[in-house]
């Protein structure tokens, strides 16, 4: 057991030295920087590139590191988050998703995806106590990150540029008309945070020994976890999440295994969020605006086609399967799949406002229940069908019911762990789901008897219940109901004062969003005949997200536009297949900064 909390006790180091980061760039910014993972790995590869190749020293890798990752959070800031200032958070959360995309494939490109040894630049297991063997690395990374906060504690407290963060995460406004120059504030906590995850990358390849351009990813969204567990904004509260997340982990999976990580740290997150939702150390508060929510409202109303054109674009769209070949059609499946899950999303992300960051485990759960109604007890598929989505629309709803009471980002954070704990009870439940294995030999979709095994036929189905996505949504979005919707969109305390349970309809919109989510998870299952959890990752959550940015958050059609062009795109890309992710990040960001309402959208 000593072994156990000492392992945690070092893991916990990283997350903190991330968290902090995080928590210092929320606090002065109101921003969730989702891009923090991705400076951890910079870190990694610039020190092993350095140490393996150069043959560089722990100290002089230490302040290139520090010196590349402090130039990459102020063109971070400078370049895409501070032209979004005045725009809605949700603005600059999905721009720092986007430069993510583009740091991650950028080093792969760079410095190719295999996994290679870490340099030896601190000795790893050279000492021992208590029968724990552990490294001078180890005792280094602890000493570091106490001697970090140590230090960020007095220049925050005493600094007089420390004093101005601290004077603008408490009011922007107040600390403007005092004099002090805000932009110039914000740029040094990018700073901070981007050089605190640039280091801490350093310990992560030394205790991991082997490592990828990838590995950040994980870690960053854990530190994410921690600093929400401590209170984002807090700093004591990012060490102390990070410490109590990094034992949590280790004890847990020590009992559970391995496989037990996602439903560890993000069941960790969801209790706290219930129980304590400012965080352990967080200031409680009542907190009125919204920052991961809201539209790209002062962004515009979607393009609605005249009756027509609607008809005239759904005949185009059946007739399609008939003229495209093989690997067009197939393309088609995936595009139609994706829309599908995006169509629904516009009524909770975009009507009601509130941004969901999990969609990945609603999909899960829609594709694992009609592969098990179909393989496990013969159901026919159009039966199946429905009831995947039902399935995932209750599973989502009731793990999401104890969410909807708070406000503020919490919401948003929520979900994000609710998709990541569908995805986990899927792995552990491997009596049912076969776990890692996942499940093999699920049949074709059969359509009155017929089996639809080509590329063109399955199109055709995903046609299909995509025109049936978007006449629901549509339908949904021009009665009552979706009036109320965009009413709490637009001004949730105006709702709430005309006595509208807000809480009630954003639960009402996310249950319709989901069930069509579980149509798509089906639907990918029959065509893909092959499923397991790797499939239904954070990335997949992301890219629902980013495809009704993409199009117009308010907009159906401008969702299937959306998909259309990042699911679509990519295939046209395969000639230079290392850089179309690196392609649709930058394209998520200058969607971002220069047609905010989508493609599909007018300016209001």
């Known amino acids: 057991m000593i072994d156990t909390l000492f392992s945690g006790l070092i893991h916990g180091s990283a997350y903190a030295l991330v968290a902090v ?142 004093q101005a963060i601290r004077a603008t995460s408490q009011d922007s406004q107040a600390a403007r008309q005092m004099g002090i120059p805000v ?50 904004g807090s700093i004591p509260g990012a060490v102390v999440g990070g410490l109590v997340l990094g034992v949590v982990e280790a004890v ?22 219930i ?58 499946t995936q595009i139609a799949i994706y829309a599908i899950a995006a169509v629904g999303l516009t009524l909770i992300s975009g009507s009601a406002g509130q941004t969901i960051l999990g969609m990945a485990g609603p999909l899960a759960v829609g594709a694992y229940a009609s592969a098990l109604l179909t393989t496990q007890l013969h159901w026919p598929f159009l039966l199946s069908l429905l009831a995947a989505g039902i399935i995932a629309a209750i599973a989502s709803s009731l793990l999401t019911f104890p969410v909807w009471k708070l406000s503020g980002h919490y919401v948003a954070i929520a979900t994000i762990g609710v998709g990541a704990v569908m995805v986990a009870i899927i792995r552990l439940w491997e009596p049912l789901t076969k776990g890692s294995l996942g499940i093999q030999g699920i049949p074709f979709p059969t359509v009155f008897g017929q089996v639809l095994f080509t590329q063109q036929m399955q199109y055709l189905l995903d046609i299909v219940v995509m025109l049936f996505a978007l006449v629901v949504v549509t339908r949904i979005r021009s009665s009552h109901l979706g009036r109320v919707f965009e009413a709490i969109g637009s ?26 989510t579980g149509l798509a998870g089906a639907l990918l299952a029959h065509q893909y005949t092959y499923i397991d959890p790797t499939v239904f990752t954070s990335n997949v959550s992301v890219l629902i997200l980013t495809i009704i940015v993409l199009g117009g958050m308010n907009s159906p059609l401008g969702a299937v536009l959306g998909s259309v062009i990042l699911i679509g ?28 309402q989508g493609l599909f959208a007018r300016k209001v």
């Open 21 to 162: 980061g995080m928590s210092l760039i929320f606090g002065v910014t109101n921003i969730a920087n989702f891009a923090q993972g991705s400076v951890v790995a910079v870190g990694i590869m610039v020190a092993w590139w350095l140490g393996a190749s150069l043959g560089w020293g722990i100290v002089p890798i230490a302040v290139a590191v520090i010196v590349v990752t402090g130039l990459l959070g102020l063109l971070m800031n400078t370049a895409v988050i501070a032209p979004l200032e005045g725009r809605k958070p949700i603005a600059a959360l999905l721009a720092t998703i986007g430069v993510g995309q583009i740091l991650d494939n950028g080093l792969q490109v760079v410095f190719g995806p295999q996994t290679r040894p870490f340099p030896k630049l601190l000795p790893t297991y050279n000492l021992q106590l208590f029968d724990v063997r552990f490294g001078t690395s180890d005792v280094v990374m602890v000493l570091l990150t106490v001697l970090i906060m140590i230090s960020l504690w007095a220049f925050l407290k005493y600094g007089k540029t420390g």
């Open 183 to 232: 932009k110039s504030i914000r740029n040094v906590s990018f700073v901070i945070g981007s050089v605190l995850a640039g280091v801490s990358g350093i310990f992560v390849g030394l205790f991991n020994s082997n490592i990828n351009p990838m590995n950040g990813g994980t870690i960053g969204m854990t530190a994410f976890v921690a600093a929400t567990i401590g209170g984002l």
């Open 569 to 596: 795109g990519p295939e046209l890309l395969r000639i230079v297949p290392d850089a179309r992710i690196i392609i649709y990040g930058l394209l998520l960001i200058l969607i971002i900064l220069f047609r905010p």
């Open 491 to 516: 001004d949730q305390e105006a709702s709430q004062a005309l006595s509208i349970r807000t809480g009630a309809y954003k639960s009402l919109a996310y249950a319709i969003a989901t069930f069509f």
């Open 275 to 332: 129980l304590r939702p400012q965080g352990l150390l967080g200031p409680k508060n009542d907190v009125k605006s919204e920052p991961l929510t809201g539209t790209f409202l002062g962004g515009g109303r979607p393009i609605a086609l005249p009756w027509w054109g609607n008809l005239a674009l759904a005949g185009i769209l059946l007739a399609s399967p008939f003229f495209l070949s093989d690997y067009l059609a197939g393309v088609g």
């Open 252 to 273: 847990g999976i020590s009992w559970l295994g391995d496989g037990a990580h996602d439903l560890i740290t993000f069941g960790a997150l969801l209790i706290i969020l």
